[in-house]
């Protein structure tokens, strides 16, 4: 609206100018031609206008595409946030052990595929977490541990840039474990062993002009 606006006061200005210059011996040819050229810039830039809303438009369809592969082949659930995305993604570790899972692989190379067209200016977030087995500390380090494993796959395999993901830990936090107490050794408490992906996105899905 404020684009026509500005066009249409554009366009009223040429044309008092227009009934003027008639005065002082414009033509009546002229001032057609002058209008008809007004016209056709208008045309134009209405033509490119929705040429980017109908790109915008596909853009957004495609992400949603993308997004319910996500849930549907890989039951991957997602939280949004001003700005942000939360996806709460099976990658899951063994007991003690930080080491990524050949099986997790597949859901980490859709979820940087995702990244790399629809946000990649976007920052990530690798957020590890421990059962509660243990010292705090302890794991708060294997926290991190399992972060850096899963940022470590994004930048090599995934082809996304170091610099786009962090990694952090939150260990055994007990208002983040998604089984409260849940613990191993063996598979008990492989729920609370895991990683948490955040796409801080600032709102912009990147690329609508592209």
Same mark, same amino acid.
């Given at each position: /609206?404020v684009?026509r606006?500005?066009r249409?006061?554009?366009f009223?200005?040429l044309?008092? &100018?227009?009934l003027? +210059?008639c005065? !002082?011996g414009?033509?009546? #040819?002229d001032?057609d031609?002058?209008?008809a *050229?007004?016209?056709?810039?208008f045309?134009a830039? %209405?033509?490119q206008?929705?040429g980017?809303i109908? *790109? &915008?438009?596909?853009?957004?369809?495609?992400?949603?595409t #993308?997004? *319910?592969?996500?849930?549907?082949?890989?039951?991957?659930? /997602?939280?949004k946030?001003q700005?942000m /995305?939360k996806?709460n993604v099976?990658?899951?570790f063994?007991f003690d052990?930080a %080491?990524?899972?050949e099986? %997790?692989?597949p859901?980490?190379?859709?979820f940087?595929?995702?990244?790399?067209?629809f946000?990649a200016?976007a &920052?990530?977030?690798v957020?590890?977490f421990a %059962?509660?087995?243990?010292?705090?500390?302890?794991n708060?380090?294997?926290?991190?541990?399992?972060?850096?494993s899963?940022?470590?796959?994004l930048?090599? !395999?995934g082809? /996304?840039?170091?610099?786009q993901?962090? !990694?952090v830990?939150?260990?055994?936090?007990?208002?983040?474990q998604?089984?409260p107490g849940?613990h191993?050794p063996?598979?008990?408490g492989? #729920?609370n062993?895991?990683?948490?992906?955040?796409?801080?996105? +600032?709102?912009?899905?990147? +690329?609508? +002009?592209n």
């Amino acid at each position: /609206m404020v684009n026509r606006h500005v066009r249409l006061t554009a366009f009223v200005g040429l044309f008092a &100018l227009g009934l003027g +210059g008639c005065a !002082a011996g414009v033509s009546q #040819e002229d001032l057609d031609a002058q209008l008809a *050229q007004v016209r056709e810039e208008f045309r134009a830039s %209405d033509d490119q206008l929705s040429g980017r809303i109908d *790109q &915008l438009d596909r853009r957004v369809s495609s992400l949603e595409t #993308e997004l *319910q592969a996500l849930r549907n082949d890989f039951n991957v659930t /997602m939280e949004k946030a001003q700005g942000m /995305m939360k996806f709460n993604v099976p990658v899951h570790f063994d007991f003690d052990v930080a %080491d990524l899972r050949e099986l %997790d692989k597949p859901v980490l190379d859709r979820f940087a595929a995702v990244v790399k067209e629809f946000y990649a200016d976007a &920052l990530v977030t690798v957020e590890g977490f421990a %059962d509660p087995a243990g010292s705090e500390a302890y794991n708060t380090r294997l926290g991190q541990r399992r972060a850096d494993s899963v940022k470590s796959y994004l930048t090599t !395999a995934g082809g /996304m840039q170091p610099d786009q993901v962090r !990694a952090v830990s939150y260990g055994e936090a007990g208002n983040r474990q998604v089984v409260p107490g849940a613990h191993g050794p063996g598979v008990t408490g492989i #729920e609370n062993r895991r990683v948490a992906l955040v796409i801080d996105y +600032g709102g912009m899905v990147r +690329g609508a +002009g592209n």
